[in-house]
Nanobody, 121 residues
C-alpha cells in the first residue's frame, strides 16, 4: 500500500485546512494520526470504508470531518476551527480490514510520509 499525504500548511487559530491522502490498493479502513516531536503518535480520525462511517478523537470531534472518495481512492480530513494544539505532523494510514481498535496505531502497518500542520495563536 502506498499513501501520499498533502495539504498541510501554516494557518492562524480559527482557520481551516483540508488534508488529502491518495492511496493504492483496497483498504477497509483508513485513518489520520498526528505527532508532535517528543510525543507519541495519536489518533485523530478513522474511516470505515465499507460502511462509510467516520470515527473521531474527542479532541477533534465537531471540528474535523473525515471523508473518502471511492473513485479517487483518496481520504480527506477537513479541519475547521483550528487551534494551536492541533499543530503536528499529520500521517495517513491504512489497513486491509477494519479493526475495532481503530484508534490504536499498532493496528496499522502502512503509513504515508506525513504533512506538517502549524497553527499560530
Amino acid at each position: 500500500v502506498q499513501l501520499q499525504a498533502s495539504g498541510g500548511g501554516y494557518v492562524h487559530a480559527g482557520d481551516s485546512l483540508e488534508l488529502s491522502c491518495a492511496a493504492s490498493g483496497n483498504n477497509g479502513a483508513m485513518a489520520w494520526f498526528r505527532q508532535v516531536p517528543g510525543q507519541e503518535r495519536e489518533f485523530v480520525a478513522a474511516f470505515r470504508w465499507g460502511m462509510r462511517r467516520p470515527y473521531y478523537a474527542e479532541s477533534v470531534k465537531g471540528r474535523f470531518t473525515i471523508s473518502a472518495d471511492n473513485a479517487k481512492n483518496t481520504l480527506y480530513l477537513q479541519m475547521n476551527s483550528l487551534k494551536p494544539e492541533d499543530t503536528a505532523v499529520y500521517y495517513c494510514t491504512a489497513r486491509t480490514y477494519w479493526s475495532v481498535i481503530y484508534y490504536d496505531r499498532s493496528q496499522y502497518a502502512n503509513w504515508g510520509q506525513g504533512t506538517q500542520v502549524t497553527v499560530s495563536s
